[in-house]
């Protein structure tokens, strides 16, 4: 085929891709993979190699719900995560970025792969394969891998965007296809979902849902408590109404240390359910108490407890916590988690109702709401992401906005009008600046499908 030939394919499966995207966009998009094609060949010389995308996302509404097995609406990004692979004959995994700041790394799968210092990017690599050779044998084989999630086409990191679940979901991804596992969907989400605890946080699977399972134009409604035990979910894919964009706004701060804090929430929802379990011995989740009026549960749970009290009950938090810390100074807020998340699960069925009779004034004021609740009860808010919200609420075509993502920096969300757009962003980042000193970055988020194999060729 001739190079204009084949540029011109490029463009077309890149258009397939990303749906009807721009010419400015497709033509970056193959400038991006033109380049990680290039460096895999400088890598490991000639030969086949695949490519593999997983998108990024932003959650519309449904903050720490799904680890409560509760209800989330999340959407895919435009922005993702790049993995070229090619196969090997025997279980390593050497890996390298484009990034330089992210060294190379190799590995051996197996059912025990030794973790590396928290925070290292091989570990969303380790723990996909990890979860992989337990539950389907340990003898798969790997790949020579190249990862590419640089700016502007990639997820941005530690924003809340979810840029550890889209490496997560293409490496699982590479890896089950090269080995025909027979694992697609729903059931290889859960299995990323999983797979992701591996790093130390005990997160739901919203991330990796929304990667794998996403429709262009598309919110993804999901209900985080499985049907059976085979990990089978309820999910509705939920149209964008026509003439709003979904607007994410970056406040370019950073929570670098947010496990503990996370799984200090998890803890608190689960101390919730075994408060309540006395009252209802049911429940397993605070889901479960969905239909029961909040007010009937509220006397149930206490404002605030120690760990010593807990104790006194017959409740260990250290148990509940799994990796607790000083569980002797311990305080925990069960109350105000609980309430966030009965709440909050309520939000995100009354939204799902609201985008599909296209009210979108009620959605909007869902989002708002749903922020409210995450600062004032779930207290995962900061100065700086108060700043941004406060902005966006008063900014011009602005419907509702909201943090989005764990919390404690990161991004937030807006539902804005379409020809408001651009006012928006200015009136945000003129306030955002004022009261902080800080730039913020905004973007349109263009929501794309799923994760998969998008290209193959021959270097
Ligand atoms: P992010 O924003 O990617 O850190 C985390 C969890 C989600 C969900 C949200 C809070 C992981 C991989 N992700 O997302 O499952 O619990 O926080 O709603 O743990």
């Known amino acids: 085929m001739s190079n204009a030939a084949s540029i011109q394919t490029t463009m077309m499966r890149l258009a397939e891709v990303y749906g009807a995207a721009s010419e400015p966009f497709l033509e970056g998009q193959a ?27 932003v959650n519309l509404i449904g903050e720490h719900t799904d680890y409560n097995h509760g209800y989330v609406m999340p959407m895919a990004l435009d922005k993702d995560i790049l993995l070229l692979v090619r196969p090997r004959e025997d279980g390593l995994v050497r890996l390298q970025n484009v990034e330089t700041a992210f060294e190379a790394r190799v590995f051996q799968i197996g059912p025990d792969i030794p973790p590396r210092p928290a925070g290292d990017w091989a570990n969303y690599a380790q723990g996909a394969a990890q979860l992989l050779a337990r539950e389907w044998g340990p003898t798969l084989k790997g790949f020579d891998g190249l990862v590419d999630g640089r700016p502007p086409w990639g997820v941005p990191r530690g924003s809340g965007l979810s840029s550890s679940s889209a490496l997560t979901v293409a490496v ?63 999910y509705e894919q939920v149209p964008i109404p026509p003439g709003y964009r979904v607007v994410v706004v970056d406040s370019r701060t950073k929570h670098l240390n947010t496990g503990p804090l996370f799984n200090r929430r998890v803890a608190e929802g689960r101390i919730g359910v075994r408060l309540l379990q006395r009252a209802y011995p049911h429940i397993t989740h605070l889901r479960d ?5 909040w007010e009937d549960l509220e006397p149930l749970l206490p404002e605030v407890i120690t760990a010593e009290a807990l104790r006194a009950q017959g409740i260990d938090p250290v148990a509940i916590l799994e990796a607790g810390r000083d569980p002797e100074t311990d305080v925990f ?28 004034a009620t959605f909007g004021a869902l ?19 108060e700043a941004l919200v406060e902005a966006a609420q008063a900014a011009p075509g602005c419907l509702g906005a909201r943090i989005t993502g764990a919390g ?52």
């Open 31 to 57: 400038r991006r993979l033109g380049e990680a094609l290039g460096l895999f060949e400088r890598l490991y010389g000639p030969g086949p190699v695949d490519v593999f995308r997983a998108p990024g996302r």
């Open 172 to 234: 699982a991804m590479a890896l089950v296809a090269l080995n025909r596992l027979p694992l697609s969907g729903p059931r290889l989400a859960d299995a990323c979902g999983r797979a992701e605890w591996y790093v130390g946080t005990r997160g739901g699977i919203m991330d990796q849902f929304i990667s794998i399972l996403a429709q262009r134009d598309h919110a993804l409604f999901l209900d985080c408590r499985p049907r059976t035990p085979s990990g089978e979910y309820y």
């Open 289 to 293: 108490v969905g239909d029961i009026p």
């Open 333 to 360: 807020f069960v109350r105000r988690r609980c309430r966030h998340v009965w709440y909050e699960n309520r939000r995100v069925l009354e939204s799902v109702r609201a985008l599909q009779r296209r009210d979108t």
């Open 367 to 385: 989002i708002s709401a749903a922020h409210a609740s995450a600062r004032d009860d779930y207290e995962i808010s900061t100065p700086a992401i």
């Open 408 to 459: 404690w920096g990161g991004c937030i969300v807006a539902l804005v009008e379409a020809g408001a757009v651009a006012d928006f962003e200015h009136f945000v980042k003129e306030a955002y600046r004022a009261r902080t000193g800080l730039e913020a970055e905004a973007f349109i988020c263009r929501s794309a499908p799923g994760a998969g194999r998008i290209f193959s060729t021959t270097l």
